[in-house]
């Protein structure tokens, strides 16, 4: 739990009860991202202290409430970590990452860095038995990245921008890559640049001629003006790397370069998770650890989180 800025302690809390139409899950590893990291170190205050942190969860079913379908004790699962309302004007017209009483675990609900969990059993994806941790902890990081690829519209052939290489920028690149578009990425630490071009990505060359499609994934500061300066004439950008600076373009730029601007807000239920659990089935070349560079036991949690800020790839902490 995090019990104040920058600190961290293992806590012992009571297992939490099933209700109805949820599933208790045993979890057996949490990844860390931007978001988490931001809570950690006291930029996006906890709701309240102490506080259970993590929003990328996978686990095993051991329990199942009374009301619950299709699901059973002994399912490997990974779990989708923002609880929409599926009642609401956003949610029936499926922008589900729109809907106003959406609740963001680790964020505004309890998170998964926690031995058992309780999760609605619409939320929680079973996935094939067998597959590495590593893969099912990036699961809900890639879904990001490819909801990101869907509302782009980019087309295999074309090609883009993309700014950041931490874990985020790591697994757009991959699913681009797969999706046969020519991914330029921009970032200034040589370890995540390498591991981008390890994944097919090229470090962007300066006067490459300006691209049609801009992602960015950083949220550092000045760097989508950057992109932007990259951006063809009537190309896209799509941003999903946060802060709170003004962009530094004016309406002139947006108008005479007929730019298209995207906010992509995680994802929404059911389709996008949908479509990267079936990605890692059996038959497909899709392994999502290969952005993975580190795991460390629950009792090392502050250090995996001072080391996931400057890690090469994606930290995860191993709750087995
Ligand atoms: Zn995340
Ligand atoms: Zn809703």
């Given at each position: 739990m995090l019990t104040g800025p920058g600190a961290l302690s293992v806590v012992s809390v009571p297992e939490p009860s099933c209700g109805p139409g949820d599933v208790l899950v045993r979890m057996r590893g949490t990844g860390l991202c931007g978001s988490d990291l931001a809570v950690y170190a006291g930029r996006r205050p906890a709701p309240y202290l102490p506080w259970i942190l993590g929003h990328e969860g996978t686990g095993r079913i051991v329990a199942v409430g009374a009301?619950?379908?299709g699901l059973r004790a002994g399912q490997d699962v990974v779990i989708e970590p923002d609880y929409c309302c599926l009642a609401c004007a956003a949610c029936l017209a499926g922008?589900?990452?729109?809907?106003?009483?959406r609740a963001a675990v680790g964020l505004t609900v309890p998170g998964l860095l926690s031995e058992y969990v309780v999760v609605p059993a619409t939320f929680a994806w079973p996935v094939p038995p067998g597959l590495p941790p590593e893969d099912l902890v990036c699961v809900e990081p890639g879904t990001v990245a490819r909801a990101a690829m869907r509302r782009s519209g980019i087309a295999p052939g074309q090609s883009c921008l993309v700014s950041g290489a931490g874990s985020q920028g790591l697994l757009l690149c991959q699913a681009l890559v797969e999706h046969g578009v020519a991914v330029f990425v921009q970032e200034p630490n040589q370890a995540r640049l390498a591991r981008a071009c390890a994944l097919g990505a090229a470090p962007l060359l300066p006067g490459r001629d300006r691209l049609p499609y801009f992602f960015e994934?950083?949220?550092?500061?000045?760097v989508v003006e950057q992109g932007l300066r990259r951006l063809a004439r009537h190309g896209t950008a799509v941003l999903i790397g946060m802060n709170t600076d003004p962009l530094g373009v004016s309406p002139r730029d947006v108008v005479a370069g007929q730019i298209t601007l995207i906010g992509s807000m995680v994802y929404d239920h059911p389709g996008d998770f949908a479509g990267t659990v079936a990605a890692l089935?059996?038959?497909?070349?899709?392994?999502?650890?290969?952005?993975v560079s580190d795991n460390y036991p629950l009792e090392d949690a502050q250090a995996a989180f001072v080391a996931a800020?400057?890690?090469s790839g994606k930290v995860w902490i191993d709750l087995s």
């Open positions: 009301e619950v379908g922008r589900t990452s729109a809907c106003d009483s994934t950083s949220g550092a500061p000045g089935g059996p038959g497909t070349k899709t392994r999502l650890g290969a952005v800020s400057s890690a």
